[in-house]
């Protein structure tokens, strides 16, 4: 294994062991919410919470300190390797029994681990650069802990306002025997200096300790470590200018803690300033960087998706596993089955998002861009292409939003709607072949004769077919038919074809026609949906007739506009349905085949069948007059 994958390991141990750390922790808090310990448990509690937080406050400044070192020295393999001696040697407190305890394990991982990068530096002098992240990352988790212990400091506080038997005298002398990290001043000693101007004087700050006060006089007292910018404290400060701000810094505030374990809080709080006044957050974060590798082969070798599509499931999951992004709702959820499956909660956020992605509830940018646009991408800029992938994307949600208003309740099993049949006279003829196709997908759930041998192995992607995901090929076919500059293709293209519902069958009016995008649709296809657009135009104003005016309806279209009205339908759906290429190659002779004027088109003429005029009756000045470039109908270009 190499240095980085060794380290990497290194660095997962210890995220694994934090989390277990924290969800103590967590319990121990909510347990305090419902009752707190005796006054014996509490005692030892505060000790206990005070050595571990003074050592982990310890290495998290000695980390620090290497960090630092190891930034870019020539002599960083020989600093580093002292350091970890430093950290290996520090004192490591013990559980204290009996009753409620706080394990310690996570302070010997911490240990352990930095003796195994002590380890790697001895062999491997040359190869130092995966240190300084290692170190970060460890940091990193210290951190976590320490913030908290401090929220476990809180609900302490809370149990000592309520335990009568917790003097300011025990509480002295619980912390007057807290181990003393700093190793310089005692309790009493830090004391007396962070009482009396200017402080206790650490880099550019100078410590003081203040009281806070309280809404009832307790008989002891909750105590906090201010730091303030030495430039702005005033004489005996031996640093004052009056045209310097002040910066102030706040420690937590605690009944409990040691003057010691506050300080050491506060130096580290001073360390990490950048934990308080972030800086631009970088490109990747270091955590996010280490895992991709591993997480990415999973994503593509478990679930199936490519490389493109891998990436964005790695970012998706991410941006879960740090309670962002469009899933964090499901981030309290996430980090009980991570903690129940043994797995950090990004593992656990890949795993799902690999999931949902399997069964085709991830719509992902890169599959449409794989399907739809790789062409068309390399001909644009990033802004174009994203513009076109959110097309496609916004589209077929308003399909399926359609879909889900007009036909009811959706059957998962079966991938219909309880009223998909009312799709046929809908306005809207996308519908009716979208929920034919998405139908045609529930046959994995049935036998190997439904489907068709030839067509078995298309079962993984049939069961995919979701309703947003089927809405997806249904626009990006349409655009494509539009003129878009898109590819287009679909694994279940050919399956669809043979049970005769192909993307390029046109079906209008519920009636599939022999055209296609280059062929002209026949003057019988055109009798026949014409017929069945003058039903359903029909039916619906006859439902909303005034008697006894039969020749009206509500909006005063005519009985001769209606017919006027259906053939604007029939070739604006003719356009959606055989695409603009068609319509503008074939459309203009269409609407003057002999069908619409047997006679060959002479009002004049006896035989004129005036049942199939369209706009017999009717002036060019009628807002109903059929003709190209009115109602919505673009003009054909003839070619």
């Known amino acids: ?104 394990s996570i302070i010997n991982n911490f240990s352990d681990a930095l003796d195994n990068l002590g380890t790697l530096i001895d062999k491997e002098d040359a190869s130092i650069e995966a240190i300084p992240e290692a170190l970060d990352l460890i940091s990193k988790d210290v951190g976590e802990v320490i913030s908290k212990l401090n929220d476990l400091d809180v609900a302490l506080n809370d149990c000592l306002i309520k335990d009568p038997n917790i003097t300011q005298a025990d509480l002295d002398a619980i912390v007057a025997t807290t181990g003393n990290f700093v190793d310089v001043l005692s309790d009493a000693e830090l004391d007396a200096l962070l009482s009396n101007p200017p402080g206790l004087l650490y880099g550019d700050y100078y410590l003081r300790k203040q009281i806070v006060p309280t ?219 979208y929920s034919e196709r998405l139908a045609l997908t529930a046959e994995n759930l049935f036998s190997d004769n439904t489907i068709g041998n030839a067509f078995l192995g298309l079962r993984p992607e ?50 599939p026609i022999s055209g296609d995008n280059d062929s002209l649709i026949t003057a019988e296809e055109i009798d026949l949906i014409y017929e069945l657009e003058l039903d359903n135009t029909n039916s619906y104003y006859f439902n909303n007739l005034i008697p006894p005016d039969y020749n009206s309806t509500l909006n005063g279209l005519t009985d001769n506009q209606i017919k006027a009205y259906a053939k604007t339908q029939i070739f604006l759906k003719l356009k959606d349905t055989l695409g603009i290429i068609w319509y503008n190659k074939n459309a203009q002779f269409a609407s003057e085949l002999p069908f619409w004027a047997p006679s060959g088109g002479n009002p004049n003429d006896s035989t004129y069948y005036q049942g199939k005029d369209a706009n017999y009756g009717l002036t060019t000045s009628d807002p109903w007059y059929f003709e190209f470039g009115r109602n919505g109908l673009p003009i054909p270009t003839g070619s």
């Not at 600093?79 to 490591?92: E, H, M, R, S």
């Not at 505030?253 to 934990?275: P, Y």
């Not at 085709?360 to 449409?368: A, M, N, P, Q, V």
């Not at 898109?486 to 043979?498: H, V």
């Open 215 to 433: 809404l009832e006089d307790f008989s002891f007292d909750k105590k906090q470590i201010t730091a303030q910018n030495k430039e702005s404290v005033p004489p005996p400060g031996e640093y004052y200018d009056s045209n310097v701000k002040v910066e102030m810094l706040y420690g937590d505030e605690s009944f409990s803690s040691s003057n010691v374990v506050l300080v050491n809080e506060m130096k580290w709080l001073i360390d990490t300033k950048d934990l308080i006044f972030p800086p631009p957050a970088p490109e990747i974060d270091p955590l996010k960087a280490i895992q991709k590798a591993s997480q990415v082969a999973i994503l593509q070798a478990i679930y199936g998706a490519n490389a493109e599509e891998a990436d964005e499931l790695y970012e998706m999951a991410w941006e879960l596993s740090q309670n962002e992004g469009p899933n964090k709702g499901y981030y309290d959820t996430l980090v009980v089955e991570a903690f129940d499956n043994s797995r950090t909660v990004l593992e656990q956020a890949v795993a799902n998002e690999g999931y949902e992605f399997q069964q085709g509830d991830r719509i992902l940018d890169s599959t449409i861009k794989t399907l739809f646009l790789a062409d068309y991408a390399s001909t644009v800029n990033e802004i174009q292409l994203k513009a076109a992938i959110s097309q496609i994307k916004n589209q077929a949600r308003t399909l399926l939003k359609d879909a889900n208003e007009i036909g009811g309740s959706y059957n998962k099993n079966s991938k219909r709607w309880n009223k998909d049949g009312d799709f046929t006279n809908n306005p809207n003829n996308k519908l009716y072949p």
């Open 462 to 511: 049939m069961a995919k077919r979701k309703p947003l995901m089927q809405a997806v090929f249904e626009v990006a076919n349409i655009l494509f038919l539009a003129g878009r500059p898109y590819n287009f293709q679909d694994p279940l293209k050919d399956y669809f074809q043979s049970k005769a519902t192909g993307y390029n069958q046109p079906i209008i009016n519920s009636t």
């Open 1 to 104: 294994m190499s240095l980085a994958g060794f380290i990497s390991k290194i660095v997962e141990g210890i995220t694994k062991t934090t989390f277990r750390f924290n969800k103590t922790l967590d319990t121990l808090i909510e347990k305090f919410k419902e009752s707190c310990p005796s006054t014996q448990e509490l005692r030892n509690l505060i000790q206990q919470k005070n050595e571990i937080n003074g050592a982990l406050v310890e290495i998290e400044q000695k980390i620090a300190t290497l960090n630092k070192v190891a930034a870019g020295a020539e002599v960083a393999v020989d600093a580093l390797k002292v350091g970890v001696t430093i950290i290996k040697q520090l004192p490591i407190p013990t559980a204290f029994p009996p009753g409620i305890g706080i394990p310690v």
